[in-house]
Nanobody
Framework: QVQLAESGGGLVQAGGSLSLSCAAS????????MGWFRQAPGKEREFVAA????????SYDDSVKGRFTISRDNAKNMVNLQMNKMKPEDTAVYYC????????????????WGQGTQVTVSS
């Protein structure tokens, strides 16, 4: 079982930066692939980024590629999402996710979710 807690959400102007953190707890955390999803008003939840335990593999949605960076600090059981050059369309509730398989978008694997943190980008 994995418990996830996001933090760092808030309001930022377009072109600005914001950093999100996800604190993970539970057993065998190194067996999980971590990532971020987001859900904008009126839209379905969508994939944002993912990372393996070692950080050797990272995956990004095309909409954030080159702007967002996902990282992982296993010693602190933390996952970070650094968001730069933010756009109004980045406005959404961001959810931390842990999955037992790769890719984390697959429904074949167990997946755990945080409660979400609101990110609002003003124009």
């Amino acid at each position: 079982q994995v418990q996830l807690a996001e933090s760092g959400g808030g309001l930022v102007q377009a072109g600005g930066s914001l950093s999100l953190s996800c604190a993970a707890s539970g057993s065998a955390l190194r067996n999980y692939f971590m990532g971020w999803f987001r859900q904008a008003p009126g839209k379905e939840r969508e994939f944002v980024a993912a990372i393996t335990w070692s950080g050797s593999m990272k995956s990004y949605d095309d909409s954030v590629k080159g702007r967002f960076t996902i990282s992982r600090d296993n010693a602190k059981n933390m996952v970070n999402l650094q968001m730069n050059k933010m756009k109004p369309e980045d406005t959404a509730v961001y959810y931390c996710a842990a999955a037992s398989g790769w890719p984390i978008t697959s429904d074949r694997f167990d997946r755990y979710w945080g409660q979400g943190t609101q990110v609002t980008v003003s124009s």
